[in-house]
């Protein structure tokens, strides 16, 4: 299985801007989908983009769409989230997965990281 370590995290004002990362360790980074997903206190972890391997397919919920743009470095066993006009309810701790599914899925098994924290003040 694949290690996943998430940073880029941080406390930004809104309309602001961040970009995670996640690294990861293992053969085969190019042959996974990745996505990233996140958890807001009190409520359930919810997918926020994914990239997957086959076709270059690309998915986002929908209150991120147009925001955030996920994208992937496979020389570098990394895959990023770009996170522009940052909003309150955007915070939440947001986690990078990753798996060998034949078709990417916002049912993400697979491996996971540990989170990053993104806090957006008002």
């Known amino acids: 299985q694949v290690q996943l370590v998430e940073s880029g995290g941080g406390l930004v004002q809104a309309g602001g801007s961040l970009r995670l990362s996640c690294a990861a360790s293992g053969r085969a980074f190019s042959w996974y989908n990745l996505g990233w997903f996140r958890q807001a206190p009190g409520k359930e972890r919810e997918f926020v983009a994914g990239i997957g391997w086959r076709l270059g397919r690309i998915d986002y919920e929908d209150s991120v769409k147009g925001r955030f743009t996920i994208s992937r470095d496979n020389a570098k066993n990394t895959v990023y989230l770009q996170m522009n006009s940052l909003k309150p309810e955007d915070t939440a701790v947001y986690y990078c997965?990753?798996?060998?599914?034949?078709?990417?899925?916002?049912?993400?098994?697979?491996?996971w990281g540990q989170g990053t924290q993104v806090t957006v003040s008002s």
């Open positions: 997965a990753a798996n060998q599914a034949l078709q990417l899925s916002r049912s993400f098994q697979g491996s």
